[in-house]
């Protein structure tokens, strides 16, 4: 089976710009969570979706949100980006809803806001 | 934020010895406990799992033990390898959703 993919690797935005990040789960999986990991902060939890519906959402401010579809693909959005949105944006998804935590991960998004 | 520790930032240990990696949590309501090792350039790979009503479970070369009363997480593995040399995260779960709340992580650095 592939992997979860994330679209695009790289992204280099300009402050005030927004943003829109893709994530591909592994084919079956139906749960995707996402996370922003920063040097400073370490892996933080951005929100989860399972069957199309926000089942969690971290801590993070409102400019952050995400949706996914019907064929489990996901994507989030940050808008009116700040300096400090700088960081790699992983995207995990996991195959059952009886081991939810156990999550396989993409290779992240790394956006650069200049 | 809501974090689990980790005690050591770094750990160095020689190739074919045993390495403890260390957790402390915070959050007693936690349901499971999970280990992530993160390669260079990729994303956090799930290792192995304990639930909060087991004290010891054991994987290939690895076993997690947890111990309530301290809020202690730790990760063995046997006999080190080059391979293993990652960055190494606990987790924490409730409710079995999918929401992860990661500790800081430590460097293991492997010695041939």
């Known amino acids: 089976k592939a992997g979860v993919t994330q679209t695009p690797r790289y992204l280099i935005k300009t402050r005030g710009q927004q943003v829109t990040l893709s994530c591909s789960p592994i084919?079956?999986?139906?749960?995707v969570s996402w996370y922003q990991q920063t040097p400073g902060q370490g892996l933080q939890f951005l929100f989860e979706?399972?069957?199309?519906?926000?089942?969690n959402k971290g801590n993070f401010p409102g400019r952050f949100s995400g949706r996914q579809f019907s064929n489990s693909r996901s994507e989030m959005n940050v808008s009116t980006l700040e300096l400090g949105d700088s960081a790699l944006y992983l995207c995990a998804s996991s195959p059952s809803t009886v081991r939810s935590y156990e999550q396989y991960f993409g290779p992240g998004t790394r956006l650069t806001v200049t | 934020g809501e974090s689990v520790g980790l005690h050591l930032p770094t750990l160095s240990v020689q190739e074919g010895d045993n390495s403890i990696i260390n957790c402390a949590y915070s959050?007693?309501?936690?349901?499971?406990f999970i280990w992530y090792k993160q390669e260079s350039g990729k994303g956090p790979q799930f290792i192995i799992d304990?639930?909060?009503?087991?004290d010891k479970r054991q994987g290939q070369r690895v076993t997690v033990l947890l111990n309530k009363t301290v809020k202690h997480l730790s990760l063995q593995i046997a006999a080190t390898q080059p391979g293993d040399s990652a960055v190494y995260f606990c987790?924490?779960?409730?409710?079995?959703?999918?929401?992860?709340?990661f500790g800081q992580g430590t460097t293991l650095q492997v010695k041939p």
């Open positions: 987790a924490e779960n409730w409710s079995n959703t999918g929401k992860l709340i």
């Open positions: 084919s079956g999986h139906r749960s």
């Open positions: 304990i639930r909060s009503n087991m």
């Open positions: 979706y399972f069957s199309e519906t926000q089942r």
């Open positions: 959050n007693s309501a936690s349901d499971y």
